[in-house]
């Protein structure tokens, strides 16, 4: 009877021994992950900073064109303008890769994760 015990006892801690390991497996990944994630977030508002920038930059530019008294000028500025919707544009694609990014790397976190994921899968179509 004891010996049976015994054993039962080594199979049980086995199982434990074994679930331990997967855990500790899980818990690194996540741990990885969520470094992963911190990243593409401080990415993120860098970007944000950036787009924040260049919306400026074509307000200026809008506004520099409403002081403009002739067609030259008017012409020149025009163009500042347009470099100032394509750095917008640019931000806007880089703000957009990284929501992406981020939500890859959110769905990998797992349950919750995923409503993360969804979250910024919803941000990413609102902002088109």
């Not at 990014?101 to 995923?114: H, W």
């Amino acid at each position: 009877m004891a010996d049976e015990l015994e054993r039962q006892g080594i199979v049980a801690l086995g199982h434990v021994d074994r679930l331990l390991g997967i855990l500790m497996e899980r818990t690194e990944a996540l741990r990885e992950d969520t470094s992963e994630l911190r990243q593409a977030t401080r990415e993120l508002t860098a970007a944000s900073a950036e787009m924040r920038l260049a919306f400026q930059n074509a307000i200026d530019r809008l506004s520099a064109i409403e002081k403009a008294p002739t067609i030259p000028d008017l012409s020149a500025r025009l163009k500042n303008v347009e470099e100032g919707v394509k750095d917008y544009r640019d931000m806007k694609r880089n703000i957009a890769w990284w929501l992406i990014r981020l939500a890859l790397a959110a769905l990998s976190l797992g349950a919750l994760g995923g409503k993360l994921g969804d979250l910024l899968v919803s941000a990413l179509l609102h902002r088109g």
